[in-house]
Nanobody, 119 residues
Framework: VQLQASGGGLVQAGNSLRLSCSASGRTFSSYTIGWFRQAPGKEREYVGRINGSGGSTYYVDSVKGRFTISRDNVKNTVYLQMNSLKFEDTAIYYC?????????????WGQGTLVTVSS
């Protein structure tokens, strides 16, 4: 699976942005897609995930209620809708994939897309 994240940019605090994670491969619906982010000078942080069918999602507390992950398996794309953005959401955002049946680490990673939130 090859992944490519896009949609980053500069946005003012309080506004919204939607990131996309496009994937290659014919078995996209078999993969859980996770979103991660890494702020300058900080370790990579888990943001959330969506399972292959799209029926199950998980979010870390810091983004719960503000971020929504969805997917379109026809388009082989997962979305990260980010609302009410805060300065501390500034980071490079990455998407990653693992088979639904797997647990733990993600096997495939895309390049990141930079999100900058101005206060």
């Amino acid at each position: 699976v090859q992944l490519q994240a896009s949609g980053g940019g500069l946005v003012q605090a309080g506004n919204s942005l939607r990131l996309s994670c496009s994937a290659s491969g014919r078995t996209f619906s078999s993969y859980t897609i996770g979103w991660f982010r890494q702020a300058p000078g900080k370790e990579r942080e888990y943001v959330g995930r969506i399972n292959g069918s799209g029926g199950s999602t998980y979010y870390v507390d810091s983004v719960k209620g503000r971020f929504t992950i969805s997917r379109d398996n026809v388009k082989n794309t997962v979305y990260l809708q980010m609302n009410s953005l805060k300065f501390e959401d500034t980071a490079i955002y990455y998407c990653a994939a693992r088979l639904d049946m797997s647990v733990g680490s993600y096997d495939y990673w895309g390049q990141g897309t930079l999100v900058t939130v101005s206060s």
